[in-house]
């Protein structure tokens, strides 16, 4: 298993700043998701974060609107930029735990509440 | 990209009743996985399943694959009130999850 925690838990922020959330994993690993999800919605993949690479964007989202960083096998930032009141949302990281080739489940991070007004 | 359709997406049942919820996909997924989120919680992986007409059991929960593997359905027998959440199922693309939009369970006493 992996334990995963974020940073801020939650955050109120303006219209037009930006913020950056921290995903910090207990051990090292190969691939860190972004995700985003609304009240009541399910999980939409924002991206995922390579490191040593640029991250991969999944269609709807861009890296000007949510650059990400990965310096290491344990850290990822995810980046809500120039926010509108339509970006208040979870945002959470998750990472993929290999066993071998049929088991890659998915561990989540407690995630992050965001709220601009 | 994978799309995965899941119904209902909502239902309030009775404590000691049973519960399903299904996961439809239009193409032949290679596995599919379910998590569990609870209220205020983020999502929980359960399990994951990968062969055809596949069937696993982790005490009242009951979850199968379809023959043809695009549909697989969750089963909870005789509900608890620790059964309260929203249940996820999640298809496996290359090295991503489409998540399925949720079934929401309520359960009262």
């Known amino acids: 298993s992996a334990v995963i925690s974020q940073k801020p838990s939650r955050d109120i922020c303006q219209r037009g700043t930006s913020l950056t959330i921290q995903c910090q994993v207990d051990?090292?690993?190969?691939?860190m998701f972004w995700y985003r999800q609304q009240p009541g919605q399910s999980l939409t993949l924002i991206a995922t974060?390579?490191?040593?690479?640029?991250?991969?964007?999944e269609s709807g989202f861009v890296i000007d609107k949510f650059p990400i960083s990965r310096p290491n096998l344990t850290f990822s930032t995810l980046t809500v930029s120039n926010m509108s009141p339509e970006d208040s949302s979870i945002y959470l990281c998750?990472?993929?735990?290999?066993?071998?080739?049929?088991?890659?489940?998915?561990?989540f991070g407690p995630g992050t509440r965001l709220t601009v007004l | 990209g994978q799309q995965v359709m899941q119904i209902p997406q909502y239902q309030h049942v009775q404590e000691g009743e049973d519960f399903t919820t299904y996961c439809n996909s239009s193409?032949?997924?290679?596995?599919i996985q379910w998590y569990k989120q609870r209220p205020g919680g983020h999502p929980v992986f359960l399990i994951q399943?990968?062969?055809?007409?596949e069937v696993k059991k982790q005490k009242r929960l009951t979850f199968q694959f379809g023959e043809a593997k695009k549909n697989s359905s969750l089963h909870i027998t005789a509900t608890q009130t620790t059964d309260v959440g929203t249940y996820f199922c999640?298809?496996?693309?290359?090295?991503?999850?489409?998540f399925g939009k949720g079934t929401m369970l309520l359960v009262s006493p």
């Open positions: 998750s990472v993929e735990a290999y066993r071998g080739s049929s088991y890659n489940e998915q561990f």
């Open positions: 051990s090292q690993v190969t691939m």
């Open positions: 974060a390579n490191q040593g690479s640029e991250a991969t964007y």
């Open positions: 193409t032949t997924l290679s596995n």
């Open positions: 399943l990968v062969k055809s007409g």
């Open positions: 999640a298809a496996q693309g290359y090295s991503t999850l489409t």
